[in-house]
């Protein structure tokens, strides 16, 4: 148990404060203790999401944040310009679609990054467009938008632009102040480093305009009895004691770290990552690789699933496969959560003895140095 | 802190070895070690809500649960009965009514179980009544509606029952198949044990009927794309690892224990603090006390808000005060969670000094020896 690693694209490793946090006996939300901790917390996470605005919290998985973050801001009949560039994508403007949208869907294929000119072209042939959403980083193909630019673009027009982060706030830079995203939704188990269970929404204010008169149906996922409630100092529903605990830590441990310098560590594991690719003879598989999360191609005519089983059970390494077109054809190795330099190293030497064992010709020991010698040679920020 | 005692109704007290589960490592939902917690999970929850139907697991507050339960069965313009008779009556009805519901109000005074023979005449007057929805128990109120009676009757119509246990199931008997329930919604903090941030619900066969065929909008919350998930051993979301493991726990131990037994459990401490109130000389408020939490009146003239607020911080006990109506005027106490024998009586002292500091005349001494008494008297079972 505590030899394995988990490097997946969420769940992520957890902190040891976290897991002791978690552990700690349950206390009511009705509390003062609870009080000082939800205040903290909504505080902190407007840092997180660079924000002046205010962040609000939801018990939902991410795909609940996604829908939230949609709904709240949608009118049925409106034009929505979906990029889909991959599972997450197409699960978006499905929900689109569903609760009525007019949905446009710009398909990119899977691996790459949308092009900035399609979309200026299609709000320019489409003045009318409500919203435009994307993934940052489309999870499937371990692949990232430019946002900035998009972000630039659209806000130029009347369109909203709501941005999936959930596999990217808090893992790199996603200023949504400077940046001009109208909308930003986080989740618990990635970047922001606790088990799945929360997702994190945040709007600009001319997002907040919409937010009020929208006609979408909401209640559970209707912000603007949440954002009441956190003036005053609760959460509408019940809150998710733990996870707001260690949330707490998490976000006071990053303002303590800076989030630039913070930006900078995972960075650093995705560096490290791209270096190993190439001892291991591994090809990287997106043309536009995030920050938060490298997917690495199996060598052509292995069985990418039969890998991934096996360094599961023998290695007791936990990495992602591909989904659905990908399925058996790439490895998903995350960057977010607690991850030290003897995880690293771990897992290229599990890689290797995985692949040596599906005869690949490595040298491990040459494989073992070069890992050695890169994080020597680029120490921890 | 190890002082200090939580005996509200949600969120519980946990079971050390659900504290000791929530703080072990990570590990992903798509491995073989997680596949085998969901199916134990998933095949014990039938043996929770007593039914041969299966159970889907939502990572959401219990609102979410009652907007989910709801929304998978209900068609706009649906006619739908509400029984109010409380805070979460109110909440349940304005849902159904904000998703398109053809809502009539049962309106109860608070603190009072619904006529059954209301309820029988309002069904023979609207035949055409779709669902009729209500509290097992109203939280609010501490209020026990008679669910078995409700059931029988309206399983005799075409309309769907639907039933909000959230402070009930696992808290004593609702037996979904034999009383005839179609849908029923637990969760989490409750009698399920564990942290805020999952619920529980079921649909009996001929409410499923009506998930396949109704119009309304649901996405996150739509039952049946979970539903095939487990069946292929999934959950369709990312899963709640941690209080997925930690269900586990709770769920084996019910079994182990008898569901029977483990109910006379959670009795036994209902009726310790009915006898303890006497000893209190404190009047229940409810005219139908429900087994999972006792509301008792605050003396009058007597502020409860600041009784509650004294216990909370010279005594460290967290108990629950009135909502709305209610503020200020009753103590609720809950009976699920983790509790000991020697919770129960500290509760009782802490309380009894509480009420001597706001100028009670109560003979501490004396009370506590009744406490000592009734725990030996009615030995644990």
Chains 1, 2 share one sequence.
Request: charge should be neutral; aromatic fraction near 8%; charged fraction near 20%.
């Amino acid at each position: 148990m505590s030899n394995s690693i988990l490097l997946a694209p969420g769940p992520v490793q957890l902190h040891p404060e976290v897991q002791k946090i978690l552990s700690m006996p349950m206390i009511h939300h009705r509390t003062p203790e609870f009080d000082g901790i939800l205040k903290s917390v909504l505080q902190k996470l407007k840092y997180l999401f660079q924000t002046e605005q205010p962040v609000l919290m939801q018990s939902s998985t991410g795909s609940g944040g996604m829908e939230s973050l949609l709904i709240n801001v949608m009118n049925p009949g409106d034009k929505i310009l979906c990029i889909v560039s991959g599972k997450f994508g197409e699960r978006w403007a499905d929900m689109a679609e569903h609760f009525g949208g007019n949905v446009h869907r710009l398909n990119v294929s899977w691996g790459e990054s949308v092009s900035v000119d399609a979309v200026t072209d299609f709000l320019k042939n489409n003045p009318d467009t409500a919203i435009v959403m994307t993934q940052a980083c489309e999870t499937s193909t371990a692949t990232a938008h430019d946002i900035q630019k998009l972000a630039a673009i659209v806000s130029q027009t009347p369109a909203l632009f709501l941005v999936d982060a959930i596999t990217a706030l808090g893992a790199y830079p996603l200023p949504m102040d400077e940046w001009k995203i109208d909308g930003l939704v986080a989740g618990s188990q990635k970047a922001v480093m606790l088990p799945t269970g929360m997702s994190f929404i945040s709007y600009s204010a001319r997002a907040w305009k919409k937010v009020e008169t929208c006609k979408s149906q909401r209640f559970y996922f209707d912000v603007r009895k949440e954002f009441a409630a956190n003036k005053k100092g609760e959460t509408y529903f019940s809150s998710n004691v733990p996870l707001i605990r260690a949330l707490d830590f998490v976000l006071t441990r990053i303002q303590e770290i800076g989030i630039d310098r913070h930006f900078q560590q995972l960075h650093r594991r995705q560096q490290y990552t791209l270096a190993m690719a190439k001892y291991l003879q591994l090809e990287i598989y997106s043309k536009s690789p995030s920050r938060s999360v490298t997917a690495l191609k199996v060598p052509v005519g292995m069985d990418g699933t039969a890998l991934r089983e096996h360094l599961e059970k023998k290695y007791e390494l936990t990495v992602m496969g591909g989904q659905d077109q990908l399925k058996g054809l790439i490895l998903r190795l995350g960057h977010m959560g607690y991850i030290t330099d003897q995880h690293l190293h771990q897992t290229t030497e599990r890689l290797a003895k995985g692949l040596i064992d599906f005869k690949i010709a490595l040298n491990l020991e040459k494989v073992l140095q070069q890992s050695e010698i890169w994080l020597k040679e680029n120490p921890p920020l």
